[in-house]
C-alpha cells in the first residue's frame, strides 16, 4: 500500500474520532491501518435505536481509487440478519461499496471516504427496514403492511438481545443459560470465526459499556413497551425475502430481556466500586498513574479557584485520586439557580484507555441525566481530567440546548423538554423543584 494511501486512511481515521458524531467509532491496531474495525450506533426512533452494530473494514493498495471491503459481525455468530441489505453471513449491500448495483451517481468515487460508508450503512438502519428490500420499497398492501410491523418488532427485539445485551454479558464474564432463541453469550472470537476474520480486537468494550449506562432507561422503557404487545414465547414471524442461513428466527421473550439488563448494569455499578479498591493499592504503591491523577486533582482544583463564573467545591473521597467528589451549585439567574449537586466521579487505574463514570448522587430531573443518576457529557480531551469536569458542567448547566436524541438519557425528560410549550413548562417546573429540593 503506498505511503499516500496510508495518510489517507490515517487521516480519515483521526476525522472520525475527534469529530462529534456520537454514532460513529472506529479503531485500528497501531502496526496495521488497513484494518479498521467501525462501531455504528443504532439511530433513535427506530428499530435499532442505540444498539451497537461492528463491522470490519478492509482497505485495500488501490485506496480510495477502489472503496474497501465491509464485512458486518454483529450477526449472532452467523445466524443473524439485521436488515435486508445486511446479511447474516456479513455482507453489506450497498452500491457506494460496488456489491449492490445503484443508480447512476451512487457508485464509489474517491471523494468518497469510511465516513461516507458508515453514514451509508447507518442510512440502512431505518424505521421501516422492510423497504430496504428491492420490490418492497412501495408495498403498502395489508400483507405488506402487516409484516412491516412484525420485522421491525423483531429487530427491536434482536438488537437489545445480540447487539446490547450479549455484547455486554461478554464484556463482564456473566454466564447466562442458553436463551430461548438458542443463541450464546456475546463472545468476540465466535463471531470472529464465524467470519472468517483474524484474531479477536476489541476496542470498543469501554466506549459500549459507558453507552449502556447512557442509555439504560432507554432500553428499560423498550422492553416495557414492547411486552405489553408481544408474549413471552410468541415467534418471530418470517419474512417472503428470508431464505435458509439468511433469516432471523426466534421468540419473543421480553421479560427475560428485562432481568439481563437489570444485571448487566448491576454488575457496571460493581466494576466502578472495585475500581475504588483497586486505586487505593495504587495510591499506596505510589504508583505512577495515582501520582497522575494526584497532579490532574491539583490542577483541576486550581483553576476553578480562579474562575469567578463557576462555585464548586472538589475533593478526594478518602484522599483517594480514583475516586472525585463534586459539589456543583447553581449559577444565579438560571434554572440551577441555588441548587447543590454532588457528584461522584470514579476512576479506573486504566485511565484514560478506560473513561471515568460519573454519576448524580443528588436527584436532578434533567434530559442529560439519566434516571439513575448517569450523566450524559463528552470530554473534549479524554486523557485530560479538567476536561471531564469542564465537559460535566457544561452538559448540565447548557441553557438553550440542541436537541441531539443521541445525549438525551432521561426519556420522559426529553419528551417533555422537546414537546409542546406546555410540556416544555412542565419539564421546567420539574427541573426547578429538583433544584430546591436538592438545597434542602
Avoid at 36 to 62: M, N, Q, S, W
Avoid at 70 to 80: D, F, K, L, Y
Wanted: charged fraction near 25%.
Amino acid at each position: 500500500m503506498s505511503n499516500q494511501s496510508i495518510l489517507r486512511i490515517t487521516r480519515e481515521l483521526g476525522e472520525i474520532q475527534r469529530g462529534s458524531d456520537l454514532s460513529l467509532a472506529v479503531a485500528c491496531r497501531d502496526i496495521d491501518v488497513r484494518h479498521v474495525r467501525a462501531l455504528i450506533i443504532g439511530p433513535p426512533d427506530t428499530p435499532y435505536e442505540f444498539g451497537f452494530f461492528e463491522f470490519t473494514v478492509k482497505f485495500t493498495r488501490d485506496y480510495p481509487t477502489k472503496a474497501p471491503q465491509v464485512t458486518a459481525i454483529t450477526t449472532n455468530s452467523g445466524r443473524t440478519r439485521f436488515n435486508p441489505n445486511i446479511y447474516a453471513g456479513g455482507r453489506v449491500c450497498l452500491s457506494i461499496l460496488g456489491t449492490w448495483r445503484g443508480e447512476r451517481g451512487e457508485e464509489w468515487s474517491s471523494a468518497q471516504g469510511l465516513e461516507s460508508i458508515l453514514i451509508s450503512i447507518q442510512s440502512l438502519m431505518s424505521q421501516n427496514p422492510y423497504e430496504n428490500e428491492p420490490g418492497f420499497e412501495d408495498a403498502n398492501s395489508d400483507y405488506d403492511v402487516k409484516n412491516q410491523k412484525a420485522y421491525v418488532a423483531k429487530i427491536r427485539h434482536e438488537t437489545l438481545r445480540i447487539s446490547v445485551i450479549e455484547r455486554l454479558e461478554g464484556y463482564l464474564g456473566i454466564n447466562t443459560e442458553t436463551p430461548p432463541n438458542a443463541a450464546t453469550v456475546y463472545n468476540a472470537e465466535e463471531e470472529y470465526k464465524a467470519n472468517a476474520i483474524e484474531a479477536p480486537f476489541e476496542p470498543f468494550k469501554d466506549l459500549c459499556k459507558r453507552r449502556f449506562l447512557w442509555y439504560y432507561a432507554s432500553y428499560l422503557a423498550s422492553v416495557e413497551l414492547e411486552a405489553s404487545k408481544h408474549k413471552d414465547g410468541d415467534r418471530f414471524e418470517k419474512m417472503p425475502f428470508e431464505g435458509p442461513g439468511n433469516t432471523m428466527e426466534g421468540t419473543f421473550q421480553y421479560s427475560l430481556l428485562k432481568a439481563r439488563l437489570q444485571m448487566i448494569y448491576q454488575k457496571l455499578n460493581e466494576e466502578a466500586l472495585n475500581w475504588v479498591k483497586e486505586g487505593q493499592v495504587a495510591a499506596h504503591k505510589e504508583l505512577s498513574i495515582a501520582n497522575n491523577l494526584q497532579r490532574q486533582f491539583e490542577q483541576t482544583v486550581e483553576k476553578y479557584k480562579k474562575n469567578d463564573s463557576i462555585t464548586l467545591d472538589l475533593e478526594l473521597v478518602d484522599r483517594n485520586p480514583f475516586v472525585w467528589q463534586l459539589v456543583l451549585f447553581g449559577r444565579p439567574m438560571t434554572n440551577l439557580d441555588g441548587g447543590v449537586f454532588r457528584v461522584l466521579i470514579y476512576l479506573s487505574p486504566k485511565f484514560p484507555d478506560i473513561l471515568p463514570r460519573v454519576t448524580f448522587e443528588t436527584p436532578i430531573f434533567h434530559h442529560r441525566v439519566s434516571p439513575q443518576g448517569v450523566i450524559c457529557y463528552n470530554p473534549a480531551r479524554k486523557d485530560e481530567m479538567k476536561s471531564h469536569v469542564e465537559a460535566i458542567i457544561e452538559a448540565i448547566d447548557e441553557e438553550s440546548p440542541a436537541y441531539d436524541p443521541r445525549t438525551l438519557v432521561h426519556p420522559e425528560a426529553a419528551k417533555l423538554l422537546w414537546g409542546p410549550a406546555e410540556d416544555r413548562k412542565v419539564y421546567n417546573r420539574r427541573l426547578r423543584r429538583s433544584v430546591q429540593d436538592s438545597a434542602e
